[in-house]
């Protein structure tokens, strides 16, 4: 009954190579988002995606590349992964209009580049 | 640039006592106000949230009070447990067009038995 998951939960991987993390929200939300959060722990966002059409994205590297092939599903695929990408990364979906628009968080990627 | 400044980074309570953890934001088209509770090796969850018309919410064991004037609002958890030791984060986020929280720097809240 997970409402918002993500895989894989942890990736530990070299230098130079590309990678991809899914995630899918089973809400019915319309939009979905992308943070990242680092060994201090500060939460930032990186990309937001609102009924498939990119509507956020923040000072990120071109490596960095979302895709949503559909409101449900949101993956974000990183190419020549570097040391600095070590990180949690954090997807998260709302619906617009409904109270507050909270936004759920997934359980999070946790990215080791060696 | 920090647009929500968070304060302690850290924090010790005894069980019972009475956890204050504060936020000051800099964008006074901010309009939505929630804290979130992280526990290690998940994922931050919503804990309460306001909106800048009311000054205080409150649910159970915790409250928001909210100051517009001095663009401040604090999270008060009261009668606090040990199972309420997490990271807390404040947040802030604009209600139209962009919809993505721009985030505190978090609070470790460790209440000892």
């Known amino acids: 009954d997970t409402a918002v998951s993500q895989t894989p939960k942890y990736l530990v991987t070299q230098m130079g190579n590309d990678k991809s993390i899914k995630c899918e929200q089973n809400?019915?939300?319309?939009?979905m988002y992308w943070y990242k959060q680092d060994s201090k722990k500060f939460l930032k966002i990186m990309f937001s995606?609102?009924?498939?059409?990119?509507?956020i994205n923040e000072t990120v590297p071109n490596r960095f590349s979302p895709k949503s092939p559909d409101k449900a599903h949101l993956n974000l695929h990183i190419n020549s992964l570097e040391l600095g990408d070590s990180a949690v990364y954090f997807c998260?979906?709302?619906?617009?209009?409904?109270?507050?628009?909270?936004?759920?968080f997934g359980p999070g990627t946790r990215l080791l580049v060696l | 640039q920090q647009q929500v400044k968070q304060s302690p980074q850290s924090l010790i309570v005894q069980k019972g006592g009475i956890s204050i953890i504060n936020c000051a934001y800099e964008?006074?088209?901010?309009?939505?106000f929630p804290w979130y509770q992280q526990f290690p090796g998940k994922g931050p969850a919503l804990l309460i949230a306001?909106?800048?018309?009311?000054s205080e919410k409150k649910e159970g064991r915790f409250t928001i009070s909210f100051n517009k004037s001095a663009k401040q609002f604090s999270l008060h958890i009261m009668d606090s447990q040990p199972g309420d030791s997490a990271t807390y984060f404040c947040?802030?986020?604009?209600?139209?067009?962009?919809?993505?929280?721009?985030f505190g720097s978090g609070t470790r809240l460790q209440v000892q038995p």
């Open positions: 998260a979906s709302s619906q617009e209009g409904l109270a507050l628009e909270t936004q759920y």
């Open positions: 809400l019915g939300h319309d939009t």
């Open positions: 995606y609102n009924n498939k059409e990119l509507i």
């Open positions: 964008n006074t088209a901010f309009d939505y």
């Open positions: 306001i909106r800048p018309d009311v």
């Open positions: 947040a802030a986020k604009v209600d139209t067009g962009r919809r993505a929280l721009t």
